[in-house]
């Protein structure tokens, strides 16, 4: 049996993003991430690609973290590695993207400009983030940026660990 419709269906409303700042991470995975990167900064005086990440205190959390580096000008950033919980949000691999590409406006200028002061200070950021259909919220998740460096120890990159509720 077949069901053909008369008309399409109604377009569903966008998603919309709701951020608010916190202080100290709540999602269990965040208090690790966070609790690591400290660890490491504190000890090594950096956290680097190839030395501190990946790694095994942290191997179960990697499909939830992804890279990004900014572009010559600042103007946006490409996902440089990005685990497969990616997913999750963006319902494609998003490696190599912009966040131009996958951030409409204005969240994409927020995304951009939390992840350069990040960069700039040298002070991670939590950010508690609701996707909501008009009040109805879809995804509930908690991200750290915390501030990297590449295998070279100088140039710097920005780690994002995406942790979901529920």
């Not at 959390?61 to 946006?76: A, T």
């Not at 590449?150 to 509720?165: A, N, T």
Request: glycine share 10%; with cysteine.
């Amino acid at each position: 049996m077949s069901l053909a419709l008369k008309s399409p269906p109604a377009e569903l409303p966008s998603l919309v993003p709701h951020y608010s700042q916190v202080e100290t991470p709540r999602h269990e995975n965040g208090k690790k991430l966070f609790d690591y990167w400290g660890a490491v900064v504190a000890r090594e005086g950096s956290f680097r690609i190839g030395r501190d990440i990946p790694a095994r205190p942290i191997a179960a959390l990697l499909r939830n973290i992804s890279i990004n580096e900014p572009m010559g000008d600042g103007k946006d950033m490409r996902v440089r590695l990005a685990g497969s919980g990616m997913r999750r949000r963006f319902g494609r691999e998003v490696a190599g993207s912009r966040l131009s590409k996958l951030f409409p406006s204005p969240a994409f200028e927020y995304h951009r400009d939390i992840g350069l002061g990040v960069l700039s200070s040298g002070k991670p950021h939590i950010v508690d983030c609701s996707l909501k259909r008009e009040r109805i919220e879809e995804l509930h998740s908690e991200i750290l940026l915390l501030p990297i460096v590449d295998r070279d120890g100088e140039s710097p990159l920005l780690l994002v660990g995406s942790f979901y509720f529920g």
